[in-house]
């Protein structure tokens, strides 16, 4: 900006200014373009950069217990701030409190998920 105005100063071409300003638009364009991506990924809940929902659905479904699997949901509420919600199904021998902490401990260790919201129901019997 400062060169643009020393240019038009001396040289009296008034086009530069908004040359110039085009081309800081330019510059500024990419890093604008993500930006609103990743805040309009945040806005809508969707499943944070870096996460696999496949990968974390199966990876419940194999704690030792999970019969099910009800709701699973991923979301981030800022940049490295991740969220879960998980409603599962426990076998009827299983303790579901102990069941709960598992699944916290493997989304936190594994997928860096530090505020999950983990909801366990004892299958029923028949």
Known sequence: MIV???LIRF????WIDPLVAVLIGLWVLPRT????RGTVNIL???VPDGIDLREVRDMVKRVPGVVKLR??????????MNRAAVHAVASP???IGGLQND???????RFDIADSTIQVEPA???
């Open 4 to 6: 643009g105005a020393v």
């Open 11 to 14: 040289t009296g071409w008034t």
């Open 33 to 36: 373009w993500i930006l609103l």
């Open 44 to 46: 809508l809940e969707g």
């Open 71 to 80: 709701q699973l949901h991923v979301w981030s509420i800022s940049n490295g």
């Open 93 to 95: 021998e299983s303790d």
């Open 103 to 109: 699944i916290a401990r493997l989304l936190h260790d």
């Open 124 to 126: 029923v019997r028949a």
